[in-house]
């Protein structure tokens, strides 16, 4: 922050791994990188065109999966500072896999601007 001197930060649906307890963690999101098809990522898709589905496994594929392990713990909200060093956005899928309304309300109380962006990621209406 000191070197880059950002006036604001957008947080685009940021990733966060579900507690243990919750069986999945950063393991599963580097297997996931070997085992990726395209069945699997249109199904937790839906709305996608073919091309983004080609686009998800492209970059997960030169995706580095080492960082999927480098924190300890991701689950806690103990690696969620106090309040933000610059104004913050955060911009969520309605409904959200990665941060829950729980989750979304402990980061409001914490100083971040939350904005859900309605049926993102829902089937298309027929």
């Known amino acids: 922050m000191d070197r880059l001197k ?4 957008v ?3 940021p990733a966060r791994y579900p507690a243990a307890a919750e069986g999945f963690g950063p393991e599963a999101f580097a297997r996931f990188k070997a085992t990726a098809s395209k069945e699997q ?6 709305r996608w065109e073919e091309v983004d589905v080609e686009i998800e ?5 030169v995706w580095d ?10 689950s806690g ?5 106090a309040g933000p060093v610059v104004p913050p956005l955060v911009q969520l899928a309605d409904p959200c896999f990665p941060i829950s309304p729980e989750r ?3 980061l409001r109380q914490r100083g971040f601007e939350i904005r859900p962006v309605p049926a993102a990621g829902l089937k298309r209406p027929r």
Request: hydrophobic residues 40%; charged residues 20%; proline residues 8%.
């Open 77 to 81: 909200a103990g690696l969620l500072q």
């Open 41 to 46: 990522v249109r199904a937790m898709n839906p």
């Open 6 to 9: 950002p006036k604001r930060a």
């Open 11 to 13: 947080f685009c649906d």
């Open 65 to 74: 999966d080492a960082t999927a392990s480098s924190p300890t713990e991701l």
């Open 57 to 61: 496994l492209e970059t997960t594929a």
């Open 104 to 106: 979304a309300t402990l």
